[in-house]
């Protein structure tokens, strides 16, 4: 157990619909991120928040958006999905509170999103 | 930018062989270096990592060393298990600016008693 965790663990939803999927980080950790893992596109860096600010952007379409509370959760966001949407969807976090910066990043189970 | 080739697979093995995955990649000075697991309907795992050239990592008898001059970081385990089954994902982080992780294509194990 990396002590990330996410919800739901399976969603399935109908094309043009609007998805939220959320994410709670290790305690004490400051930086979260979201993956995408498809077949076609393997696994892709979408988007980190570091202590509720957006800190890096990857391949995250306009469609997608992510936000980090104060209580350091994160939500991504997925709207007018599309068929090509469905993949496993991960977060991930790092950095101790202490501020000490680590590379090792911490995946959550993901969440498989199915749309149809 | 960051680039990351890893060995494709499927690969098939007998219970005790030697495992050897190979990963190649670019980047911009140092990275870090990374392989991570997933077995089957779960998440990513982090098995082992190595920060600078000439950094062996290890754990659960799986080895990497960090080759600066070849670019590579080939996992390799000497005696494999049924429980090694697995999708095995070479991952590179730049230390310059972002952290984000550059993920390989991922290669299935397959290991058979």
């Known amino acids: 157990d990396s002590g990330v965790t996410q919800t739901p663990k399976h969603l399935i939803t109908a094309t043009g619909q609007r998805v939220t999927l959320r994410c709670s980080p290790r305690?004490?950790?400051?930086?979260v991120y979201w993956y995408q893992q498809s077949l076609d596109q393997g696994l892709q860096f979408l988007i980190q928040?570091?202590?509720?600010?957006?800190?890096a952007k990857g391949n995250i379409l306009e469609r997608f958006s992510a936000q980090q509370f104060p209580d350091l959760h994160s939500e991504l966001n997925l709207s007018s999905l599309e068929l090509g949407d469905s993949a496993l969807y991960f977060c991930?976090?790092?950095?101790?509170?202490?501020?000490?910066?680590?590379?090792?990043?911490?995946f959550g189970p993901g969440t498989r999103l199915t749309v149809l | 930018g960051d680039s990351v080739t890893q060995m494709e697979g499927p690969v098939t093995l007998s219970e005790e062989a030697c495992l050897t995955i190979?990963?190649?990649?670019?980047?911009?000075?140092?990275?870090?270096l990374f392989w991570y697991v997933q077995y089957p309907g779960e998440g990513l795992q982090l098995l082992l990592k190595?920060?600078?050239?000439?950094d062996k990592g290890s754990n659960k008898g799986f080895e990497a060393t960090y080759r600066k001059e070849t670019t590579s970081f080939h996992l390799e385990k000497g005696s494999v298990q049924v429980s090694d089954s697995a999708v095995y994902f070479c991952?590179?982080?730049?230390?310059?600016?972002?952290?984000?992780?550059?993920f390989g294509t991922g290669t299935r194990l397959t290991i058979i008693p």
């Open positions: 190595a920060t600078k050239a000439d």
């Open positions: 991930a976090s790092s950095v101790g509170a202490s501020g000490l910066f680590t590379d090792t990043q911490y």
């Open positions: 928040y570091y202590n509720g600010e957006e800190r």
């Open positions: 991952a590179l982080k730049s230390n310059f600016g972002n952290e984000k992780l550059t």
């Open positions: 190979n990963c190649t990649y670019t980047a911009t000075g140092y990275p870090s």
């Open positions: 305690s004490g950790d400051l930086s």
